[in-house]
């Protein structure tokens, strides 16, 4: 695993410009540019509040503010683990033609939705001072949370895109799955809702709940995020990347022959 | 792999090298529910050994620093498996490899363009791929574009580029990596034949500082011109190394072979034997023997020797300006009377020259034929461009199976003080015309009266 990193420590200028280049090369063409990084996520916002709070009402003060806490990390979760999952078998052109590290090519997908994720932070923050909820400093663990939803996305992104290479089809699952992960993660909802007899396990086994969870902690109810979960998915992402890079090892040099 | 540096020695070292391909028919490609759940029921064995495909069947190569060499061989014997091996694209089933010092592939152009992004932007990406560091293409930036001839419209997305252009500037990252092995696949014909010579003249100079360059080519004439070595791969293993000329030559020969077996030139790879091409007999004439790879018939009329006169006596090389005699020796095995002779040349990428026979020429043989004799072709002028030529010589009736055909068995080497191209040399003279007079001008021989 740690040659895995270091490799992709080595690799470093070449994610980045990849990471450069897509990020570039998202809006290249369009007449808004690089506006629409802002502009999606915004339009986004404003659906799913014109649906929870105008025609399905909910209980929540600024359910806009709230909502955006939780719609974000998810924008960066969700097209990071399905980008990833086709990231290496989409990139025949480079596979095949260069001596090309695989490794980098999910790490850029990732990366780079963490910066687009990362260049919306300041557009919720705005947000949120516009409706009263100035940032205390509970923020400061804001990147520790980022930290841990980055090691579990990077993990999942590894073993997803290569097991893609040989099974297509999951590309296609992790698509329908991810439509359904967005529901049961409390995005729209206070993590209250969900019934008391499994609203632990619900938590506790969805990452993504545990970081929604605590980034509302720490942007909407000026608390800190209970460290228990983060402690244990912090864990697991650690032991997922492990293996994430295991497999990725031993598959490798399969992906220029089978891509 | 190793990457230390060795000032002299070998550049690349490869050790008994074989690599498997996992057979990949469209059902066994991806992994399905369905196949997954039959190999599931049966016991999740993993595929038998025979959907395997053996694209590289033991290779040993050492290609000493600073050395052109020319791959060649057929469609699928192996060739670009080796390269993508010596890349690193692809790992070794079995047998080392080891390259010594940096390497740079230009197996394709523009690895990782895109059409949206300036020719500038793309050579920046595209050069990190080929494994350059930004300083050193911020550094050399200037140079690539100068290279690539692309003026102001290096700042123009790249999907506004001809494909001509496209390829210019592809290949000029490549060529600016300053690898210390250059490995290039088939694509020296870039653009326009000015950017062909450009690119040319920096593999020149790539040879020239000492770097090793690796190149696959089905073009023979590269290899002879501009290699120190070919290697040429036959299914799956190296079948010969050498100077090219004699290696292109046998190449040449074993592909005539094939053709005239007509052997199944179809996908190497899936052959049993890896698609080998038929072996270039040693000894081509070789007594009286039957039916060989490159001479065959009923032996009725036996063809026993075929050699060539200039007025001077008996000659194995000619000058385009002299007569020739081509005289072939025959005996009968039994009164033949319906029978002919054939000749035919071919240059050295076999291209047929010139053929002809008796019967087209309606050349009247005395029937039956003479128990032996010498039948005598006479070329009052050989006039044909300098190269190495050979010739097909054939006895044969008027219609169905040869008595004796001999293929590909003579050859004629035509010397010339002139360095004309093509292939014949029509009997000419230049003049000029001023006004009012007239004057010949005589080059060389090319003006023997003939």
């Known amino acids: 695993m740690f040659r895995n990193l270091r490799e992709l420590y080595q690799y470093r200028g070449l994610l980045l410009s990849l990471t450069q280049r897509e990020l570039k090369a998202r809006y290249r063409g369009s007449v808004l540019g690089f506006l629409w990084t802002f502009l999606n996520p915004t339009l986004q916002m404003f659906v799913y509040t014109l649906l ?81 909820h100035w940032p205390s400093w509970h923020v400061l663990l804001f990147p520790v949370v980022v930290f841990v939803q980055l090691c579990v996305t990077l993990a999942l992104a590894y073993l997803l895109s290569a097991i893609n290479v040989t099974f297509r089809d999951l590309q296609q699952i992790i698509a329908n799955l991810l439509t359904m992960w967005f529901f049961v993660t409390p995005i729209f909802y206070r993590v209250t809702t969900i019934p008391v007899a499994f609203r632990e396990v619900m938590v506790l086994a969805n990452p993504m709940a545990v970081m929604i969870t605590s980034y509302q902690s720490i942007f909407y109810d000026h608390e800190l995020p209970a460290a228990g979960p983060l402690a244990m998915w912090m864990g697991i992402a650690a032991v997922l990347l492990w293996m994430a890079s295991e497999l990725f090892e031993r598959r490798r040099e399969d992906f220029a022959e089978v891509v | 792999m190793s990457t230390s540096g060795h000032p002299d020695g070998d550049a690349v070292v490869i050790r008994n090298v074989i690599k498997r391909f996992k057979k990949s028919t469209i059902r066994r490609e991806y992994t399905t529910f369905k196949s997954e759940l039959v190999r599931w029921l049966k016991g999740k064995r993993a595929p038998p050994e025979k959907s395997f495909i053996e694209a590289l069947r033991g290779i040993d190569l050492t290609i000493p620093r600073g050395q052109t060499v020319g791959i060649i061989g057929r469609n699928g014997s192996g060739k670009s498996t080796l390269l993508k091996l010596m890349t690193g694209i692809y790992s070794p089933t079995s047998g080392e490899i080891e390259m010594r010092g940096r390497i740079s592939a230009l197996l ?145 020969k074993a592909v005539a072979l094939a053709e005239e077996q007509s052997m199944a030139l179809g996908p190497a790879a899936l052959a049993k034997d890896g698609g080998a091409l038929p072996q270039v007999p040693v000894t081509p004439m070789a007594a009286p023997t ?161």
């Open chain 1, 52 to 132: 929870f709070s105008v025609y399905m009402r909910q209980q929540i003060e600024h359910y806009a503010f709230f909502m955006f806490i939780g719609l974000l990390p998810w924008i960066w979760f969700a097209s990071s683990v399905g980008g990833g999952a086709s990231s290496i078998s989409d990139r025949r052109d480079l596979l095949t033609k260069v001596r090309f590290p695989a490794q980098v090519l999910p790490a850029t997908v990732v990366v780079t939705n963490l910066c687009n994720f990362m260049l919306s932070v300041p557009l919720l923050i705005g947000l949120g001072i516009f409706l009263g």
């Open chain 2, 108 to 252: 394709d152009l523009g690895a990782g363009f895109h059409p949206d992004f300036s020719g500038r932007e793309n050579i920046i990406i595209n050069g990190i791929i080929l494994g350059m560091t930004r300083a050193e293409i911020r550094a050399r930036m200037d140079a690539i574009i100068a290279f690539s001839e692309l003026g102001d419209f290096v700042d123009e997305p790249v999907r506004t580029y001809s494909s001509g252009m496209y390829a210019r500037l592809a290949f000029s990252v490549a060529t600016h990596v300053d690898p210390d092995i250059l490995i290039v696949d088939e694509i020296l014909a870039v653009g326009d034949e000015h950017f062909g010579k450009k690119s040319l003249g920096k593999m020149m100079e790539f040879k020239s500082a000492g770097k090793t360059i690796v190149l696959v080519t089905h073009d023979l004439g590269t290899v002879e011109r501009w290699c120190d070595l070919a290697v040429w791969v036959d299914a799956g293993r190296i079948r010969r190394v050498g100077p090219p000329k004699e290696v292109t030559e046998e190449y040449r």
């Open chain 2, 290 to 450: 039957p039916t060989t790879q490159n001479r065959w018939g009923n032996f009725d009329v036996e063809i026993s020797g075929v050699r060539f006169f200039s007025p001077l006596g008996e000659v194995q090389a000619v000058d385009t300006e002299e007569p020739l005699d081509i005289s072939i020796h025959f005996t009968t095995r039994k009164p033949v009377e319906d029978v002919g002779f054939g000749i035919a040349l071919f240059d050295s990428q076999g291209t047929k020259v010139y053929g002809t026979n008796t019967f087209i020429e309606s050349v009247r043989l005395p029937t039956p034929l003479p128990p032996s004799g010498t039948l005598r072709l006479s070329l009052k002028r050989v006039g044909l461009t300098p190269g190495v030529y050979t010739l097909d010589v054939c006895a044969h009736p008027a219609q169905g199976q040869e008595y004796d055909y001999h293929r590909g068995l003579y050859r004629l080497t035509v010397r010339s003080e002139i360095a004309d191209t093509g292939v014949a040399r029509p009997p000419h003279v230049w003049s000029l015309e001023p006004d009012r007079s007239v004057e010949e001008l005589r080059p060389g021989r090319a003006a023997a009266e003939v």
